[in-house]
């Protein structure tokens, strides 16, 4: 991992296009915190359940903002959101620039064949664009509990 991001620190800018073909930034959601998470293939096991986990509890996060990041293409984005009734943006990092300034676009490894990927990752950012918390290969049904608590204790 050649960046590693810790608490404290800025948020790295995002400006992606999401699965209906908007274009999101993180820094229009200034003044309100925002849940971004990074999740290796949309339609997978893990991913679905990360993705629907935050989606559950979407109701119990007040205005915090909910931004899911994948390489996958915006269709593949729209397909997964309408599968499952996600309801927040799923941005598409094809050319992985912001998981690469995330630190987590990184070589993995499968059946002894290596290849790069996302490591799934979450980061709450402030409401001036501060890290908050981070969460570095986070298990697909800790992101939604990870972000409850973060929340309750910064109330």
Known sequence: MSVHLIVGQAAPPIELVDQSNNHVSLAAHKGHKVMVYFYPKANTPGCTMQSCGLRDIKNDVGDTVILGI??????????????????????????????????????????????????????????????????????????????????????
């Not at 593949?76 to 927040?88: M, P, R, T, V």
């Not at 300034?101 to 002894?112: R, T």
């Open 70 to 155: 994948s390489p996958d293409p915006v269709e593949k984005q729209a397909k997964f959101d309408e599968k499952y009734g996600l309801g927040f943006p799923l941005l598409s990092d094809t050319e992985h620039v912001v998981s690469e300034a995330y630190g987590v676009w990184e070589e993995k490894s499968m059946f002894g064949k290596k290849y790069m990927g996302i490591n799934r990752s979450a980061f709450l950012v402030d409401e001036n664009g501060m890290l908050e918390k981070v969460w570095y290969k986070a298990s697909p049904n800790s992101t939604p509990k990870n972000l409850l608590s973060a929340l309750k204790a910064s109330q």
